[in-house]
């Protein structure tokens, strides 16, 4: 594949369905040329993505650097990470998918230890990969299960997808535990394109603390960088300022608690890190085009746009 000039970056936004432990993508509409839209670009979204490639052959892109894959291989991808799947020539690949947030369980493992939580989250995120299955033999097996246990939704099904889940998050634990167990703490100085991908720690602070108040200093600091060269260095990448992305994950956040609750717009407006109900009303309004009120009547009519939103960023190779 030749080297691409100016790309755009999507953000993608997932909710698994209420009583389930997954989203599952599965299915022959997973049957497709992978990154041959015309518009080839890298995306990133809220959840953990585990992908198996049934058939086919190509190129997982983590970030800026290319991996060869091929039937058989998984892909474990953290949320807020860049990728893309790009299939061979003319040739269809069949990939199937789950999403989680392995964060939510940890803490159910974990529950009367923030320290632990917080350490084993930032292990099972540690590392995008892309695994043989004879090398993970046991982790693929997990994630097989997943896969059919919500292909086939027999009785007490969600009950089998839970167990599951919280033994492919300790899988991956200790598999990322190993791989830097093997890096011995040695870490060499990024290249500019790495570089260009350090605002990936600001997404995640984002994710993590969107409900309190939120200064670009702050940001600037989990990616370890001036305020001014953050700024500029996001505003590159995704094409909005930092703030205008705090306010459109806040704005997503609004959504699921609507469509999972009954409390006041007040309420929404506290737990989603808007200072003021006006402040929420007038981000709600940039971004969904109609008010929140609006929107909890008939969620259906906006639900897409928040879902599908789509940040263009310029992004070069």
Known sequence: MGKRKKETMEFRFYEVPQGEAVLALLGDSWIRRYGHDGSVHLHFHNLMEIGYCID??????????????????????????PHITVSDGEDTNFWEYIFFDPAQVVCELYPDNPICQRHMTE???????????????ILLEMIRLVMEEMRGKQPHYT????SMVRGIVIELIRLNEKRLKMESGIKSEPDDAT??????????????????PVQVCELAEACSMSETHFRRLFKKNMNM???????????QKACDLMKRSDDSMDTVAMKCGFATTSTFDRNFKKYL?????????????????????????????
């Open 56 to 81: 086919g052959t190509g190129e997982l892109y983590l970030n800026e650097e290319r991996h060869r894959y091929e039937p058989s291989m998984f892909s474990v991808i953290p949320a807020n990470y």
């Open 123 to 137: 292990m099972v995120n540690r590392n995008a990969l892309l695994l043989k299955e004879k090398e993970n033999v």
């Open 159 to 162: 009950s089998m997808v839970k």
């Open 195 to 212: 570089k260009s991908n350090q605002i990936t720690a600001a997404l995640e602070y984002v994710s993590e603390h969107y409900a309190e």
């Open 241 to 251: 300022s930092p703030m205008d992305y705090v306010n459109l994950i806040r704005i």
């Open 289 to 317: 085009s109609t008010s929140p009120y609006q929107w909890k009547i008939n969620p259906e009519n906006y639900e897409r746009k928040i879902l599908d939103f789509k940040i263009s960023a310029l992004k070069g190779w």
